[in-house]
């Protein structure tokens, strides 16, 4: 029997298709309405709301998101900023196929008339020749055109809609041509072509019985000539049934009737249904044979799958990384709601029935989008805006909540739609792994492809490979009877989503719209074509548009979980007036999800489970018991979500309603870790503690918490977030420091390193919220990988905020800071385990205090010994050649912890590495004093040149540091043949002359310096010479020679990088020039540890109950630490220790609660003048006030606490401190203080 190959679709379901787009593009979507009780609040989605199996797939939600965390993302997060895959072509001026809209008859409409001819000034412009399909606004919904929903967007900002292009308007030659050969082209004609879907013109003039809508909205935006942004071509037909007769929807079926008889529910409604006729039919193959011995449509079937995201004349090429998807305002929620009240996707033709397998395939596809285009429009919600104070779109948590907390389901839809591009993505690999990536920059090129081909290689990984086989498109069209007829209708309803496209009027939405359906369509062309046809069957921009659409869905399963934390960041506290209603003394939950009783069960039963552990005493059980049974809601919520975990249970139960008595609990202040050091790592494996529900008691000697960590400037490194512009990887990264570290690397310590170097960084940006986005290569680096702030020193930065975060535990009692306090003595037990310190605190009154405290672990963060220069000192014993040598290192860098750690049997290593840094600063006011101030590799780096006393360069600036400093001691004749430092020798001195262009690479530092005086700005060529005091020649021939050696890309040192070099007329040249000199700054050697910071005895063996993280380690840097890799080491290892400390539940649950007593925040203070006499009147350190970008501070109670020092504050006391500040700090540092008046010079 011959079966018939044409597609059979009814009318209906072309305005499905058509009424789908609306999901694309639209910030202000509705996904399928759920039953719920009345006024149920939606603020109870929990933060694993989206969590178990995916249905139609083989795999859960926390496969999908543990491989996605672990390599997709950041794969692909590189991925899309190659030039090849950010560089999209798309057609945004393609006519809208749908006709015009019926004209609005004025006369009759009764109150209704007004309302048909308003419009918005907010719509923004657009082409002419592209339709718009923006449904007006209802009476809940205000919102109109494209930004009309677009919150606190300044007058003269940017249009939302508006999409910023990359290249002009010409054709690039990639797009005429195939990407695996020539039969590959941006749209597909295998087939004949269908009917045109734009319908032919008729003159207006013609029904001169009907006025036009008027459509004057963004008549500021558009040109004089140009058409209303509402216009549409207009069409000779003027059917009164616009869907004609047959119906399977009720939805649809009402639609219809108020399209004849003109009786709509708004305004909305009509503009947005009330078309004169639908589109043409989809694209067909009329004359193509069946199959008739296999009974299958042909092998070429879906070839055309993508042809109906259309391109012509206005093809261009956009850069997707300017044109980020985001909130635009653009509305279109009416259409959207209709379609999904009645489940009118129905390819087999029956509505009654539940949805086929093929159905739900492609509904929860489109669901998936859809929750995606939502997601992104919740995470860049709020764009800049001045008079809001803010500089980058910001996120709309509440926004989120709105629209998944009664869904989760279509968060489930978008982890569904994921690994469907997924195991397309495996299906293509073999064609994939060797395409040739092409775009005329051969490096850029050459890293995406290595980036391309680690994605493919990471469906072999255990983590990722569940998630790229979870679904089998061999089970689609299988049933025998209707296979042939799902394949034609699916592939139809694919093709009209894809053609309304063109009636977006946002461009940008239109953008996000195209290249993702494009991307569906690739995936869906792989999956179902055979593999013998892949690799002529896909075009370059079909590539793109995959790749970026698997990068958006990876990105929105992050974002899931992002937003739900942000959103409960702030609600840690539910608003019961919201949650509850009361009656007499009785208080209900309304929501069901909380107040049934199994919830009861779980609150009973965690509260009963605490009394027999003896956790809590009868009164407080009491308590408890009753709050229960009066279903307090907030007790609900976390007996819901927490009743198995009594730990958390416990600690998070101060959190609800203040009714609930706490005084009857006993207290154990035994804290689950004893830290002993306040730098980066002791602070990083606190935090770690403490964010698990843990306690610390953290030590520190000094007054100030932060110690050395405090003074790095270079930065930390990580690979590969925000990097894959300059083709790094995990391989070079190891490699670069393996070879640093010489003949003592040890590579499982070096690879636990590299390879949670990006955790680290993240985590630093996400959870202590430091800006890290400051890219720079140092020296012994092949790539750029060094991250700092845009703003700001990068140490300072890190401990202030990092600091911040672990105080806000003090309140609660979670962590207890004792500064001022020496730990003299480790507590061990009879088997050797520690379990405690002993030690002095120092009381105000200058007296020692003892003190004991007991712990099962205890954590060593003390830092290095490069200060220590006393007889026996370590320094002494295994490098006393050193021992006239000026360090970076604070004072209080003497090795307590590797003294304290040996005493309790810990190993050590590498103790006689110390390292010499090449570049300290020599201040010209003070140059003999030993404590130095590290200019750092970031001041080479961006291009600074070293020079002798003979004016001639000497190295490659940008080698490691033994090697830099090699260079430097070799000027030593006795060094040069020995190399071994005599003690007695003069310590030389270099100077460091960076250009104006090099300057700016580094300006925060720059600042920083200049304002020290260790730094001095030099106009030209023979004031340079000068400040050197060598003749003019003598410098400009050198300088002339690095200008050569910089055009021919190497010098005679091996330097092939050279940023900053000095303009060309060197008379005109502005310099900034210092004196350097070799410091210690950083011991690689200390105590032995394994790679979970478990310190070792000499036998290599753990020893219970002992840490170590930082600079107190040693074996991690080998024979040289490079740059950059200290902050790293910190933040890795601390992080480790901080995870991997086991947390005991608490009898203690105080308040967590930063701020006590609650009640409504009290009115600021109206801010007084202050003169400038009036604050010099203030210029002492007990007595000191500070100007800072126009408001005066009292920083008397912070000096002491600074942690780089009193100093740095004192010397500004009585001034205005801006250019000071804005040197070292970003303005984020200033939230923590309240002004104390306005700066009015005088």
Known sequence: MTKHCKIKM??????????????????????????????????????????????????????????????????????????????????????????????????????????????????????????????????????????????????????????????????????????FGSGASTLWSATPSSPSLESSTADAANEEEEEEFECDGGKDELDDDAEPLCSLATDDSSSSNPFGSSFESAALHSISERVVQQNWESESQQQTFDWNKVSDPVVHIPDAPCNDETGNLPETFWLDTCSKIKAGDGLRVVNLQLNPERNTGYNGTHIWTAIYEENCLA??????????????????????????????IAKNYYPPSKKKGRANWEPNPQYFIDKFAD??????????????????????????YNYEIKTGDILDDEMATILMRRLLDSMILKSCQNVFTAFDENLMFKEQVNAITLQENFKGVFHNVSSILDCVQCQQCKLHGKMAMLGYGTALKILFLPDDMLATSLSRNEIVAFFNTIAKMSESVREVRELTNMYWSTHTKLEKSDAVVSSGSDTRLLSTGIDGIDVL???????????????????????LIQQAFQRNPELMVLSKHYGSNLSKFLNFLPNIDSQISTTGMTANDEPDAIVIGTGLAGLSATLNILDRGGRVVLIEKEHRLGGNSNKASSGINACCPQNSTYGDYLESFKEDTIRSAGKSSKPHLIETLVENSEAAVQWLKDRVGVDLSVLAQLGGHGHKRTHRPNQGMVGAEIIYNIQRAVKTYENSGMVKIMVDTRVTQLKRSDS?????????????????????????????????????????????????????????????????????????????????????????????????????????ELMRGVGGILMNHEGERFC???????????????????????????????????????????????QKHVDHYLNKGLLTRIDGLDALANWMK?????????????????????????????????????????????????????????????????????????????????????????????????????????????????????????????????????????????????????????????????????????????????????????????????????????????????????
């Open 347 to 376: 390819l087999d033709g029956d509505t009654s029935a539940p949805m086929c397998y093929e159905e739900r395939v492609l509904y929860r596809l489109l669901s998936g989008l859809h929750t995606s285009t939502t997601l992104s």
């Open 832 to 936: 050797g385990a520690v379990v405690g310190v002993e030690g002095v605190k120092m009381t105000k009154d200058g007296k020692n205090e003892t003190i004991s405290l007991t712990s099962p672990n205890v954590v060593l963060a003390t830092g290095g010994f490069a200060s220590d220069r006393s007889s026996g000192s370590y320094l002494d014993r295994y490098r006393p050649e050193l021992m006239r040598m000026p360090a970076t290192a604070g004072e209080f860098s003497t090795g307590d912890g590797i003294t304290l750690g040996t005493s309790a049997g810990a190993g050590i290593v590498d103790m006689d590495k110390v390292q010499v840094h090449p570049t300290g600063w020599v201040d010209p006011k003070d140059p003999s004093n030993p404590g130095k101030i590290l200019a750092g």
């Open 956 to 1002: 490659n600036e940008l080698g490691t540091r033994a090697y830099v400093v090699d260079k430097m001691f070799g000027h030593d004749p006795q060094y040069a043949k020995t190399k071994t430092w005599n003690v007695d020798t003069e310590i030389p001195t270099f100077s460091l002359v960076l250009s104006a262009s090099a300057a700016e690479g580094a």
């Open 601 to 623: 069960d779980a609150a009973v039963g965690a509260v009963s489970s605490l009394a027999n552990q003896g956790l809590i005493d009868e009164s407080t059980e009491t308590n």
């Open 10 to 179: 009814n009318r209906h379901k072309r305005l499905i298709s058509a009424s789908l787009l609306l999901l694309l593009c639209s910030s202000i979507t509705t996904h399928p309405p759920q039953v719920q009780a009345a006024d149920t609040p939606n603020f109870f989605l929990p933060p694993n709301a989206a969590s178990g199996p995916i249905e139609d797939a083989t795999c859960d939600v926390e496969q999908i998101e543990q491989a996605n965390d672990s390599q997709l993302h950041v794969i692909l997060r590189e991925l899309m900023t190659t030039s090849f895959f950010r560089s999209f072509a798309v057609d945004l001026d393609q006519t809208c196929p749908l006709t015009q809209w019926n004209k609005q008859k004025k006369k009759g409409k009764g109150d209704g008339a007004g309302a048909a001819e308003k419009t918005t000034d907010a719509t923004l412009s657009l082409s002419s020749s592209a339709a718009p399909f923006i449904p007006a606004p209802t009476e809940h919904d205000e919102s109109e055109g494209c930004a009309g929903d677009l919150p606190d967007l300044d007058p003269d900002a940017e249009p939302a809609c508006h999409v910023d292009l990359d290249g002009g308007n010409d054709q690039p030659d990639f797009l005429s041509g195939g990407g």
């Open 1030 to 1242: 060598l003749p003019v020649a003598k410098v400009k021939a050198s300088l002339l020679e690095y200008q050569r050696d910089a055009k021919k890309g190497k010098d005679a040192w091996g330097k092939v990088t050279f940023n900053g070099v000095p303009q060309k007329d060197l008379s005109s040249e502005v310099f900034y020039a210092g004196k350097i000199t070799p410091v210690l700054h950083y011991c690689m050697g200390g105590l032995t540890i394994d790679k979970d910071g478990n310190v070792l005895n000499e036998n290599n063996e753990i020893i219970p109950g002992l840490h170590a993280a930082g600079e107190v380690s040693g074996g991690v840097h080998g024979d040289n630490r490079l740059g950059g890799n200290s902050l790293l080491e910190c933040t890795v290892f601390g992080t480790i220790v901080g995870k991997k400390i086991p947390i005991r539940p608490r009898n203690s649950i105080q308040s967590n609660n930063l701020q006590q007593g609650g009640g409504a925040a009290d009115k600021p203070a109206e801010l007084r003048n202050i003169s400038t006499d009036e604050l010099q009147q203030h210029n002492t350190g007990d007595d000191c006030w500070v100007s800072i970008h126009g408001f005066v501070y009292d920083l008397t109670d912070f000096v002491d606490e600074h942690p780089a020092g009193p100093e740095s504050i004192t010397e500004l006391a009585g001034k205005d401190g801006t250019e000071e500040f804005q040197a070292v700090h970003g303005e984020n540092i200033l939230e923590d203080f309240d002004p104390i008046g306005t700066f009015v010079p005088v």
């Open 407 to 432: 869904s989760p389901e279509h968060l489930r839809n978008l982890h569904f739609s994921y690994v469907v591009l997924l195991r397309a993505l495996k299906k293509a690999s073999p064609v994939l």
